[in-house]
């Protein structure tokens, strides 16, 4: 069941940090920082998120991101920088959980996780596409305040239940990608990459 605990958190914190990266590690840093939560054993490789220079600079990029996310096509703009960082980030996150792991493991966490942070991050920045084809501005503001509750409440939620936070995760990833293509011709948008 440790196992299994472990493999939750390392692809729940690398879901989450497919949606908002910076605001993963600042949350996550801010409550080790504070002793907010206190870490088991097995996840004290995460102390490193609450030393001050991690908090510092993830807080500093989360207000980047704050403000970049409200702004039409600039969050688009911004989504597709991070269409690598994201992934790279959401994988680094899941071998930090893991600790000092065999380097087959790692390659595995590895690829679990940055897929499992590209296919969040995909998520999101096709949402938002899509929002910047509404001609009122309160969508990407409405949808940029509902990731950060999303991030901040997966958080929480991952602290108490990791498998039941990572189950929800993966049913609304399956949802999502089930109803996507439906609704982009439905809209009729078009996305070069």
Same mark, same amino acid.
């Given at each position: 069941?440790? $196992? &299994?605990?472990? &493999?939750?958190? /390392?692809?729940? &914190?690398?879901?989450?940090?497919?949606?908002?990266? %910076?605001?993963?590690?600042?949350?996550?840093?801010?409550?080790?920082?504070?002793?907010?939560?206190?870490?088991?054993? #097995? %996840? #004290?490789?995460?102390?490193?998120?609450? #030393?001050?220079?991690?908090?510092?600079?993830?807080?500093?990029?989360?207000?980047?991101?704050?403000?970049?996310?409200?702004?039409?096509?600039?969050? !688009?703009?911004?989504?597709?920088?991070?269409?690598?960082? $994201?992934?790279?980030?959401? +994988?680094?996150?899941?071998? #930090?959980?893991?600790?000092?792991?065999?380097? @087959?493991?790692?390659?595995?966490?590895?690829?679990?996780?940055?897929?499992? /942070?590209?296919?969040?991050?995909?998520?999101?920045? @096709?949402?938002?596409?899509? !929002?910047?084809?509404?001609?009122?501005?309160? !969508?990407?503001?409405?949808?940029?305040?509902?990731?950060? +509750?999303?991030?901040?409440?997966?958080?929480?939620?991952?602290? %108490?239940?990791?498998?039941?936070?990572?189950?929800?995760?993966?049913?609304?990833?399956?949802?999502?990608?089930?109803?996507?293509?439906?609704?982009? $011709? +439905? @809209?009729?948008?078009?996305?070069?990459?």
């Amino acid at each position: 069941m440790e $196992r &299994l605990n472990l &493999l939750s958190v /390392a692809l729940g &914190l690398a879901c989450l940090a497919g949606l908002n990266l %910076y605001l993963t590690v600042f949350a996550t840093g801010l409550a080790i920082h504070f002793h907010w939560i206190v870490l088991a054993p #097995q %996840y #004290q490789s995460l102390a490193i998120l609450g #030393q001050p220079i991690v908090v510092i600079i993830s807080c500093v990029l989360f207000l980047l991101e704050f403000f970049a996310d409200k702004i039409p096509w600039i969050d !688009s703009v911004w989504d597709a920088v991070h269409t690598i960082i $994201r992934p790279i980030g959401g +994988a680094l996150l899941a071998i #930090q959980v893991l600790g000092h792991s065999s380097p @087959t493991l790692d390659v595995i966490i590895v690829l679990l996780a940055g897929t499992t /942070a590209l296919a969040t991050h995909t998520a999101k920045a @096709t949402t938002r596409l899509l !929002s910047n084809t509404s001609p009122e501005p309160f !969508s990407n503001i409405a949808l940029s305040v509902g990731e950060d +509750a999303v991030v901040i409440g997966g958080l929480a939620l991952l602290h %108490y239940h990791p498998i039941i936070t990572f189950s929800i995760f993966l049913i609304t990833l399956v949802v999502f990608f089930y109803f996507a293509p439906k609704i982009l $011709r +439905a @809209t009729k948008v078009k996305l070069w990459l």
